[in-house]
């Protein structure tokens, strides 16, 4: 008989031998900035993650760094919004504000935007809708690179596009290449699927759709046979790393993108897990280590990085 506990009975044996583990150095902090003054406003589904204005985003960020957590992704909450999401490809936009603030604050921020037009659009969809009602691929992408543009240009490190528009990857390396930004990487939302999971996300970005769903540009949950072909063809277009989004319930997902592809995978632990979670431990019903098993979850099955609104806590209580 194998005696398989011999791994498992003396502490220092169990600890030095784990395949996967979690450093701060893998995890991204979802960021969102507001315009406005003295603004500081969370949701009663995220009651924990609040929305800054400019004036009192130095909060969060003296947070983050007594933490050590230095990279972060940066969404934009607009006060106007317009059918062509103006204000997302503007020069002096909210998130485009935001970059020079918090590189002029601590340069040490590693800056990641995301690339949308859902929160700056007053119907709420990720691009450009045509006279029927749907949103004009190739329309939306010239915008969609205009907004990479203006934040490489405002200083990001990194761009991460998550509108789901085919050719958006194409379309924004040749817009940064052409205007000098070659080593400026892509993180590609490129299995971002069409989910329930998101719903306080939307809430504090203000994001929802006014209409219809985004079913015909966010992948199907149904599938996955397509899921390593998508990822494939993100890469081709010059994508230097892909995502998974969701995370939780699409762990099938990211080792299957594992095994296809050799860049490295992220992983966003979305609002709708974070709201489970926090309010299971809230209750009672799970211990407050199942945050910790989570993340370690996404890297057994190929996670390389991590989006999570748990940064702070993974930090705080088990880094």
Not at 207 to 229: E, I, L, V
């Amino acid at each position: 008989m194998k005696r398989f506990r011999r791994y498992r009975m003396q502490d220092t044996l169990r600890q030095s031998i784990r395949e996967n583990t979690l450093n701060k150095e893998e995890l991204i902090t979802p960021v969102f900035v507001i315009e406005g003054e003295n603004i500081k406003t969370a949701t009663e589904a995220m009651p924990d993650l609040y929305r800054y204005s400019l004036d009192r985003l130095p909060e969060e960020l003296e947070t983050l760094i007594d933490l050590g957590l230095f990279k972060i992704i940066l969404f934009g909450v607009p006060k106007l919004k317009d059918a062509m999401g103006s204000q997302a490809y503007d020069e002096e936009g909210i998130v485009q504000k935001a970059i020079r603030m918090i590189k002029a604050y601590d340069s040490r921020f590693y800056i990641i935007t995301d690339i949308c037009l859902c929160q700056y659009t007053d119907h709420g969809h990720c691009g450009v809708i045509n006279a029927f009602g749907e949103v004009e691929n190739d329309q939306s992408v010239e915008l969609i690179s205009r907004i990479a543009l203006s934040h490489a240009s405002a200083g990001a490190d990194m761009v991460a596009p998550s509108d789901m528009m085919d050719g958006r990857i194409a379309g924004i390396r040749k817009i940064l290449d052409d205007n000098g930004f070659v080593y400026l990487p892509i993180l590609s939302y490129s299995l971002k699927y069409c989910s329930n999971y998101y719903g306080p996300f939307r809430a504090i970005a203000d994001s929802k759709p006014q209409f219809g769903s985004r079913d015909h540009y966010q992948m199907d949950y149904h599938n996955s046979r397509n899921a390593a072909d998508v990822a494939r063809e993100d890469i081709a277009q010059g994508a230097d790393l892909v995502m998974v989004k969701p995370a939780m319930v699409y762990l099938d997902i990211v080792h299957h993108i594992r095994t296809a592809v050799n860049v490295p995978i992220v992983v966003y632990n979305v609002s709708g897990e974070y709201a489970l979670l926090s309010q299971g431990i809230k209750s009672g019903m799970v211990n407050e280590n199942i945050i910790y098993e989570t993340m370690i979850g996404f890297k057994r099955a190929g996670a390389d990085l991590i989006i999570t609104y748990f940064s702070k806590e993974l930090v705080n209580k088990w880094l």
